[in-house]
């Protein structure tokens, strides 16, 4: 199994202001992802953190409001940008240690985002 | 879109076993169909997989019928801690989450 770590776990911030979310993992890992979390809902992907090259957005995630890096393969950021109260969510890091349908996913727990 | 159904939620005794369906009938023949369970504030935990046969690990079982259209998650004796929310997934290169089931384990 992969421990990941997630930093911040919490934070508040100003509305118009940018978060940098941090998720670090213990091992090397194939692939990782992010997810949003809104106040009583399932959790939604954003987008897929490709290693060397630019991250894999889902429908309705765009680049410029959730830019992601990934320098190797033990690390990752999400930046949220230009928040605004409907950003308030809680954000959470994904990773599988192998390609293919029959590797299990693991969380981190999670970073909780309120924006005022 | 997530390919899976599941009831919003559902009621347990403490003790019981409790089974929890999930419908997956446009599952693809390399698909495999994922149970993961969050608890309250925490993140999703991995509970088992399957393909095609059924499969048991030391916190539950995955009955997957013969058709694969559909599965059941068993947890064999369900504790007060077994209260979450439970995530039946079909896999493909991601996970995508659908609404899941609430389980409450009655005492």
């Known amino acids: 199994s992969a421990v990941i770590s997630q930093k911040p776990s919490r934070d508040i911030c100003q509305r118009g202001t940018s978060l940098t979310i941090q998720c670090q993992v213990d091992?090397?890992?194939?692939?990782m992802f992010w997810y949003r979390q809104q106040p009583g809902q399932s959790l939604t992907l954003i987008a897929t953190?490709?290693?060397?090259?630019?991250?894999?957005?889902e429908s309705g995630f765009v680049i410029d409001k959730f830019p992601i890096s990934r320098p190797n393969l033990t690390f990752s950021t999400l930046t949220v940008s230009n928040m605004s109260p409907e950003d308030s969510s809680i954000y959470l890091c994904?990773?599988?240690?192998?390609?293919?349908?029959?590797?299990?996913?693991?969380f981190g727990q999670g970073t909780r985002l309120t924006v005022v | 879109d997530a390919k899976t159904t599941q009831p919003p939620s559902m009621d347990c005794a403490e003790g019981r076993a409790a089974n929890l369906p999930c419908n997956h009938s446009?599952?693809?023949?390399?698909?495999?169909v994922y149970w993961y369970r969050q608890i309250h504030s925490q993140g999703p935990q991995y509970i088992i997989h399957?393909?095609?046969n059924n499969e048991t690990n030391e916190m539950a079982s995955l009955i997957i019928t013969e058709d694969r259209k559909s599965s059941t998650l068993i947890l064999p004796h369900a504790t007060l801690r077994d209260t979450a929310v439970y995530y039946c997934?079909?896999?493909?290169?991601?996970?995508?989450f659908g609404k899941g089931t609430r389980l409450h384990i009655l005492p």
């Open positions: 997934i079909v896999r493909d290169d991601k996970i995508i």
């Open positions: 953190a490709n290693q060397g090259s630019e991250a894999t957005y």
């Open positions: 399957g393909l095609k």
């Open positions: 446009t599952i693809s023949g390399n698909e495999y």
């Open positions: 994904s990773v599988t240690g192998g390609w293919g349908m029959n590797t299990e996913a693991f």
């Open positions: 091992s090397q890992v194939t692939m």
